[in-house]
């Protein structure tokens, strides 16, 4: 069975940084490209960023871009969101979400974790 | 980026009844090489991440039940609910992922019992 479970969400203040995780199991994580996805509260869903099966190509949302790096530990089965000068706007719920295959194949998310809770506020 | 837009916001729809929901991208999702669109459906119910539905535009995710069903091609897709059950109370987000990302997702519909 596939498991997701992120980790590491908090409350941090503005300009501060924050690192979340997501824990796989149940498939062979390295064979599939990983993305992270968020919902601030209330509102829709936010694609934020995506990378490989092997961790070599990334892809950032220009709302994170320069801010966040994605990056992924195959050898612990954890995909990982380092966040740093964060902003009220980055308060939301982030998902991390398995896609149904590698790059370069562009596939849908067929598996998703509960997801963890960031805010950012004074 | 490909930008998606989903009609109605939101609608009211008698247990029984059909539910249709809209999803236009502001270009092709349709990939010529292997004729297959790349748009995805899921389902977000109140305090859970979303779930898949449907996939390759048409295609209904192992489990789903047969009531929902996706069409279209190109630029213009709709999900349809055959006949609406109380447990289908949710938002339906249709999303690309067509080509390198970003990926995009609709704004959502919120999909009520009238």
């Known amino acids: 069975e596939v498991q997701l479970v992120e980790s590491g969400g908090d409350l941090v203040q503005p300009g501060g940084s924050l690192r979340l995780s997501c824990g796989a199991s149940?498939?062979?994580?390295?064979?599939?490209?990983m993305s992270w996805v968020r919902q601030a509260p209330g509102k829709g869903l936010e694609w934020v960023s995506g990378?490989?099966?092997?961790?070599?190509?990334?892809y950032y949302a220009d709302s994170v871009k320069g801010r966040f790096a994605v990056s992924r530990d195959n050898s612990k089965n954890t995909l990982y969101l380092q966040m740093s000068s964060l902003r009220a706007e980055d308060t939301a719920v982030y998902y991390c979400a398995k896609e149904r295959s590698d790059y370069p194949a562009n596939r849908d998310f067929d598996y998703w974790g509960q997801g963890t809770l960031v805010t950012v506020s004074s | 980026d490909i930008v998606m837009t989903q009609s109605p916001d939101s609608l009211s729809v008698s247990l029984g009844e059909r539910a249709t929901i809209n999803c236009k991208s502001s270009q092709s999702l349709l990939y010529s090489s292997n004729n297959k669109n790349y748009l995805a459906w899921y389902q977000q119910k109140p305090g859970q991440p979303p779930k898949l539905l449907i996939y390759?535009?048409?295609t209904r995710e192992s489990g789903v039940p047969d009531r929902f069903s996706g069409s279209g091609s190109g630029t213009d897709f709709t999900l349809t609910i055959s006949s609406l059950q109380a447990e289908d109370v949710a938002v339906y987000y249709c999303q690309q992922h067509y080509g390198i990302p970003p990926r995009t997702f609709g704004q959502g519909t919120k999909v009520e019992i009238k």
């Open positions: 149940g498939f062979t994580f390295s064979t599939y490209a």
């Open positions: 990378v490989s099966g092997g961790g070599g190509t990334t």
């Open positions: 390759w535009a048409s």
